[in-house]
């Protein structure tokens, strides 16, 4: 998880006492223009924004943080996004081995 405060200069700059659904729009908008999986959710609350959902690869977790970052009114970003790959998500069982059937035999 990283979680993203907005400082200094920048935190002046971009609170602007937007509405949340506006924030949450433009963050939808900005996560669109992004190699980023449509399970991505985004939350917002008071001006911070907070990310979840699943996703396959390192950069699709920060690129979300980076966009929604910028959007103006946005004081903070929590990011709940979890890397997983395609394998990790399902586990197939071992088949068992059947010695009446011969299943693993070699000869």
């Known amino acids: 998880m990283t979680t993203t405060a907005l400082t200094g200069t920048d935190a ?3 609170d602007t006492d937007r509405a949340d659904p506006d924030i949450a ?3 939808v908008r900005a996560l669109r223009l992004r190699p ?3 399970n991505v959710q985004v939350a917002v609350h008071n001006g ?3 990310l979840t959902g699943t996703v396959e690869w390192i950069l699709q977790q920060s690129y979300p943080e ?3 970052s910028r959007i103006p009114g946005v004081r903070g970003v929590v ?3 979890e890397v997983r790959r395609p394998h990790e998500a399902i ?3 071992s088949q068992p081995h059947d010695p ?3 299943a693993g035999d070699l000869c």
Do not use: C, S
């Open 12 to 14: 002046r700059l971009r």
């Open 48 to 50: 911070y924004v907070t």
């Open 66 to 68: 980076e966009a929604v």
């Open 100 to 102: 009446e059937h011969g």
């Open 79 to 81: 990011n709940h996004i």
């Open 91 to 93: 586990v197939a069982p």
């Open 25 to 27: 729009a433009d963050a």
């Open 36 to 38: 980023v999986p449509e």
